[in-house]
């Protein structure tokens, strides 16, 4: 998918469209994303100094740092802005929703690079926090203020703190 096909395709999750301050955080991150494309090292490098701007500008308007390393699917969906901190060695899986106060981020100093593994089809409730190196599986619920600090299954539920798992009853 081009870069212009995945912006029309992230705006269709958006209700703001084109006034959500989430899907231009989420472009930021895939214009910085975007320079890996290219083998000239000058054309990396400029769109890296770019990137780098555009970031900042992001973190001090709208509240939301998202490392250009993280890999993110289609369709991701920060449905409220502020206080949002995604990881550059997070890995998120399509149609999965952040709100706002979410951090997916290391747990220990000493290992900085541990970040989560987010599946598909993943809800995650304001304030949750998912620290280290977790798995979080498909079509899971993460619930408001939740700490996840183990790996969470597909089709569960992950309350409290410290995060307690629920399997979801189809």
């Not at 970031?55 to 308007?61: D, G, N």
């Not at 798995?135 to 410290?162: C, E, M, Q, W």
């Amino acid at each position: 998918m081009n870069f212009f096909q995945q912006f029309l395709d992230d705006k269709k999750v958006y209700r703001e469209g084109f006034l959500a301050q989430g899907f231009w955080a989420l472009q930021i991150y895939r214009f910085g994303h975007l320079r890996y494309q290219y083998k000239s090292k000058l054309i990396r490098v400029l769109l890296g100094v770019i990137h780098l701007f555009l970031h900042k500008m992001c973190e001090i308007f709208f509240g939301i740092s998202i490392g250009v390393n993280a890999d993110i699917g289609q369709r991701f969906n920060i449905e409220h802005f502020g206080a949002i901190i995604i990881h550059g060695n997070c890995i998120i899986g399509h149609d999965c929703i952040v709100r706002q106060g979410v951090t997916l981020g290391n747990r220990h100093h000493e290992k900085p690079y541990d970040a989560p593994k987010i599946g598909n089809n993943v809800s995650i409730g304001a304030g949750a926090k998912l620290l280290g190196a977790i798995t979080i599986g498909d079509n899971v619920s993460i619930g408001a203020n939740a700490v996840v600090l183990i790996d969470v299954p597909d089709n569960a539920i992950a309350v409290g703190i410290p995060a307690k798992i629920i399997t979801k009853n189809f």
